[in-house]
């Protein structure tokens, strides 16, 4: 299993932007032939679905909820995937995970589909 490490996390008004990275090890390993996602859970709420970029890089993929509004991407150089947030709503507010799915083809985003997690980091969007 690869080993995921979120950061970024915080507090922020409505409006605002957060940056969030996820770091991966895994020895031996090779961070391009994992597809990597986004998700968050709320309270009292089902863990869902936010981006996507796969292994190649060539594809992402957004839940409508914040297309135009955040933007995954990754540094293969560092093992590790970002995603950049802006326009914050407090809707956001979540426990962000980072996740991975090895040669994931990104044809669904199901918490099924990817096999590794991370810890977490908590969002806070403020009215």
């Known amino acids: 299993q690869v080993q995921l490490v979120e950061s970024g996390g915080g507090l922020v008004q409505a409006g605002g932007s957060l940056r969030l990275s996820c770091t991966a090890s895994?020895?031996?390993?090779?961070?391009?032939?994992?597809?990597m996602a986004w998700f968050r859970q709320a309270p009292g709420k089902e863990r869902e679905f936010v981006a996507a970029i796969k292994w190649s890089g060539d594809i992402t993929s957004y839940a409508n909820s914040v297309k135009g509004r955040f933007t995954i991407s990754r540094d293969n150089a560092r093992n590790t995937v970002h995603l950049q947030m802006n326009s914050l709503k407090p809707e956001d507010t979540a426990f962000y995970y980072c996740a991975a799915h090895y040669y994931g083809e990104l044809t669904t985003t199901r918490t099924s589909d990817f096999d590794s997690w991370g810890q977490g980091t908590q969002v806070t969007v403020s009215s």
């Open positions: 895994k020895h031996p390993f090779t961070f391009n032939r994992y597809s």
